[in-house]
């Protein structure tokens, strides 16, 4: 199994430009997730989804959109690229409420 | 405040030594997690806890309840262990069991 994947590793946008951050597992988890990491803060959620079809805005929402077509995909889309959205971010999974996360390698966003 | 809150922040230890991380939690809760992220960025999980203690090799995660405190405990650390270690919640009036971080504790471990 590869597990969670995340696709870029790094990308540089300038501001006011789109782009989609990619996630897929292979677990067959229902549960998806999309955090952001910064300097000195925890992990904040962004986006969660318990399964295809169903999503639902965590804490930091504002400027991302998400999608669950299918069960092993959940894209993050940036909208307009802003510089505060320059970040570290990690996709991750589970199979329900009370099981362990799966963590994908994280992008690197910088945002000029 | 915090609902998560980690210490040390920062922790340097000598290789062999016995290592300590706390975390206090402010909300009810399901179950908690210590996650351990290395310097490369990588995110893994190490414990998911409900009560008492959980050992992995020479990992020890306590948790208890009524004091709303976990720690996570290190026998004979090695410079491998050097990470970052990342405490978080599962809030149990949350929705759908999302995890709450604390800001995590950074350990460098010396040879």
């Known amino acids: 199994n590869a597990g969670v994947t995340q696709t870029p590793k790094f990308q540089v946008l300038k501001t006011g430009q789109s782009m989609t951050l990619q996630c897929a597992q292979d677990m067959n988890h229902e549960y998806m997730s999309w955090y952001r990491q910064d300097p000195g803060m925890g992990l904040r959620l962004i986006h969660y989804s318990v399964g295809a079809g169903i999503t639902d805005q965590g804490e930091v929402p504002n400027g991302y959109n998400v999608s669950r077509s299918t069960t092993e995909d959940f894209p993050l889309r940036l909208l307009s690229a802003a510089p505060s959205q320059t970040s570290v971010y990690f996709c991750a999974s589970r199979r329900g409420v009370y099981y362990e996360q799966y963590f994908g390698p994280g992008t690197r966003l910088t945002v000029t | 405040k915090n609902e998560v809150e980690q210490s040390p922040q920062n922790l340097t230890a000598q290789e062999g030594e016995f290592i300590t991380i706390n975390c206090s939690y402010s909300?009810?809760?399901?179950?908690l997690h210590w996650l351990q992220q290395h310097p490369g960025g990588g995110i893994v999980s190490l414990f998911m806890?409900?009560?008492g203690k959980k050992k992995h090799g020479r990992l020890i995660a306590t948790i208890n309840i009524q004091e709303k405190h976990s720690s996570l405990h290190i026998t004979a650390s090695h410079p491998r262990d050097s990470a970052v270690y990342i405490c978080a919640v599962q809030n149990y009036g949350g929705s759908q069991g999302n995890l709450i971080f604390g800001k995590g504790t950074k350990l460098s471990v010396k040879p």
């Open positions: 806890l409900s009560s």
């Open positions: 909300v009810g809760i399901s179950a």
